[in-house]
């Protein structure tokens, strides 16, 4: 038979203080993700986390739960830290909150499976969530720290020699791309890390973040700073296992679900488009400019445009809300590239003359 004894009361008094503690820590964490990310998608998480914590609080009756609060007799009210009443920053807060969060959450798993296993359980899903919105956030904090003010991302082949490729290299770095990324399907491998090596050392030598198209081992066997992937390549994940913590992992994503899944994924960047039909690549539909709205509208993870953006479009880009694009042969194809490169870094509203970026 069902155990149909009531509650302890010393059990409902300690969830009534973990539910205050994690629907408060939830709070801190959404007004931080609205208020100082202005980040749509990390605010409606952090609500739905919210909200969550209290329907799975509905279960104990509010009278039960006041009947067995006592905030005057509770010991734990004069223990306090040092670190407690200092933070550094918004992002501090934070942090300190989710940390809050997380453990009043595991407390009302354990504690909850007194009462009822589904309450444990429900706690544990939740709990989960928390976890995601943390990694979700720490993830932009991330991206936007490693990326800083980069606008300007050019994709480049890998040219007819180590010579010709050096000198593209070197001269769009001096001209002031802030990201870099080969592409090149046609190399066998050897030919491709010795032209990413190539690219690594320049990049380094401007500032310039350097990027390898889709190959995680590539990047990391050339000292590269990241790794850029598709939706039909590696996960997240799987790029991350390879590359590691420290480098960054950028994904294609071509509607908005893929551009939320991406992020709470662990990508530090990401690649919104296409947006108009491009001469390097071939793609069978075109979310466009609409796409391009939402993102800048929802996500403040950096995201850079891409896809056929053009010094005579880039305006419309720019419009929509995206301040960062990624383009090819705007720049590539351009009769003279480094004044291809100062006329988009001008349409971006980003400083001409400086090399690589703040980040």
């Known amino acids: 038979m069902p155990d ?21 820590g939830a709070r801190v964490v959404e007004d931080y993700a609205r208020f100082v990310l202005d980040d749509a998608h990390l605010s409606r ?41 200092q933070r550094a920053d918004a992002a501090d807060v934070c942090n300190a909150s989710l940390g809050r969060l997380q453990e009043a959450l595991r407390s009302l798993e354990e504690y909850g499976k007194t009462i009822d296993p589904a309450l444990g359980a429900a706690f544990e899903r939740l709990r989960y969530d928390a976890y995601t919105l943390a990694a979700g956030l720490g993830t932009t904090e991330r991206g936007r720290n490693r990326l800083g003010d980069a606008r300007l991302y050019v994709l480049i082949e890998a040219g007819p020699s180590d010579e010709a490729f050096e000198q593209l290299t070197e001269s769009l770095c001096a001209a002031g791309v802030q990201v870099l990324q080969l592409r090149d399907k046609r190399l066998d491998d050897r030919r491709l890390v010795e032209r990413a090596r190539i690219m690594a050392a320049v990049c380094r030598r401007h500032g310039v973040v350097s990027i390898v198209n889709d190959r995680a081992d590539i990047a990391v066997a050339a000292g590269a700073d990241g790794v850029h992937i598709g939706q039909d390549e590696l996960t997240v994940a799987d790029a991350r296992s390879v590359v590691g913590p420290g480098r960054l992992v950028g994904v294609s994503t071509h509607r908005i679900e893929q551009a939320r899944a991406a992020r709470l994924a662990g990508a530090d960047y990401l690649g919104v488009g296409p947006t108009f039909p491009s001469t390097t690549k071939s793609f069978a539909d075109f979310p466009g400019i609409d796409f391009v709205r939402q993102v800048a509208a929802e ?35 351009a009769s003279d590239p480094a004044a291809a490169v100062r006329s988009l870094r001008e349409a971006l509203g980003a400083p001409v003359g400086g090399e690589g970026s703040s980040g």
């Open 4 to 24: 149909t004894s009531p509650p302890d009361p010393h059990v409902i008094r300690l969830m009534d203080a973990s539910l205050n503690r994690a629907s408060e």
């Open 45 to 85: 998480l952090g609500k739905e986390l919210r909200h969550g914590i209290a329907a799975a609080g509905a279960t104990l009756p509010m009278a039960d739960r006041l009947a067995c609060r006592n905030t005057p007799g509770d010991v734990g009210t004069a223990i306090t830290t040092a670190s407690e009443s």
């Open 299 to 333: 996500i403040t993870l950096p995201a850079f445009a891409i896809g056929g953006i053009t010094a005579e479009n880039i305006s419309e880009v720019v419009a929509a809300g995206l301040r960062r694009v990624a383009v090819g042969a705007a720049v590539t194809g």
